[in-house]
């Protein structure tokens, strides 16, 4: 999955109580629900290792 703001591979990062897609080039962070609707099948597998995801 890519960044909206400037096209770089997202990847999935797991903190205490968190999980975000962090952009590789800019640094950007997005909630999981933010991009859902855009989600690809490679990091939809990668999300779903977590049991749990919560939406501050």
């Known amino acids: 999955m ?7 591979r ?3 990062e797991r903190r205490c109580r968190q999980v975000r897609l ?5 640094h950007k962070e997005y ?5 859902a ?3 690809d099948p490679e990091t939809e597998a990668l999300l779903e ?4 995801i ?3």
Request: include cysteine; aromatic fraction near 6%; glycine fraction near 6%.
């Open 22 to 26: 962090r952009c590789q080039g800019c």
């Open 37 to 39: 609707a855009d989600l």
């Open 10 to 12: 997202l990847e999935v």
């Open 49 to 52: 290792r977590y049991t749990c």
């Open 2 to 8: 890519n960044c909206r703001e400037c096209g770089e």
């Open 31 to 35: 909630q999981i629900h933010e991009v």
């Open 54 to 56: 919560i939406y501050d």
